[in-house]
């Protein structure tokens, strides 16, 4: 059974900055990885896709990357503003659902 | 276009009572799964269907069951309410069934209460 670990469960930095988070997984046979943020008390908004075949994905200040021989993933925010401010979730598609971690809580201070 | 909408935002309901939760997907969309949420145990997948077949189920006792329409539109039933219910409950629309790589739309989910 797939299990995901995201590291570290909290964080808070200055605005401005760069910053990483980390994600891993029990079972490297991934089959799709999406990365969402979580506003409290909402729903989730899915941020990026990593499909089976690709390594990685782009999308504006975000840049999410996809190690199935380690069985990683990391999510970078560059030039980090107080808007990001959320939680952020890791989650493997595999045939039986998606596999959630407990999220990594992000403040950025203004 | 529109989201996925799930009603109602938010409930409050006796244990012992039963409850009905409702997700429309994104026009288009057939999959439709859906996930309880709670502080301990985060999200936690409860089951999913696809043009109205249930796929698969998550771990959860046999008071939570779903149905989904001919429209993809899903209704989420628990029986017998307990405390330990509480919790937020999302459903994801996708164009495919899981595993399949198209990704996952939220809805801003369902509220339950239980006291």
């Known amino acids: 059974k797939q299990e995901v670990t995201q590291i570290p469960a909290a964080l808070s930095v200055p605005e401005g900055e760069n910053l990483v988070l980390n994600c891993s997984f029990t079972?490297?046979?991934?089959?799709?990885l999406q990365w969402f943020r979580q506003d409290p008390g909402k729903g989730l908004t899915s941020l990026l896709l990593i499909q089976s075949s690709q390594r990685e994905q782009t999308s504006g200040r975000l840049n999410a990357s996809l190690d199935k021989s380690s069985g990683r993933s990391t999510l970078y925010i560059a030039a980090s503003q107080p808007g990001d401010s959320a939680t952020y979730l890791c989650a493997d598609d595999g045939a039986d659902g998606l596999t959630f971690g407990k999220g990594t809580h992000l403040i950025i201070q203004p | 276009k529109a989201g996925v909408t799930q009603t109602p935002r938010y409930l409050i309901k006796t244990r012992g009572q039963q409850v009905t939760l409702s997700c429309s997907p994104i026009?288009?969309?057939?999959?439709v799964s859906w996930y309880q949420q709670t502080p301990g145990q985060g999200l936690q997948f409860l089951f999913e269907?696809?043009?109205?077949?249930?796929?698969n189920k998550g771990n959860f006792p046999g008071r939570f069951s779903g149905r989904q329409f001919s429209n993809s539109r899903s209704e989420m039933n628990v029986s017998t309410l307990e405390l330990g219910d509480s919790a937020l409950y999302l459903c994801?629309?996708?164009?495919?069934?899981?595993?399949?790589?198209?990704?996952?739309?939220f809805g801003s989910g369902t509220r339950l209460t239980v006291v």
């Open positions: 026009s288009g969309h057939r999959s």
């Open positions: 269907y696809f043009s109205e077949t249930q796929r």
């Open positions: 079972d490297s046979a991934i089959y799709n």
């Open positions: 994801a629309s996708s164009f495919r069934m899981t595993g399949e790589g198209y990704g996952y739309t």
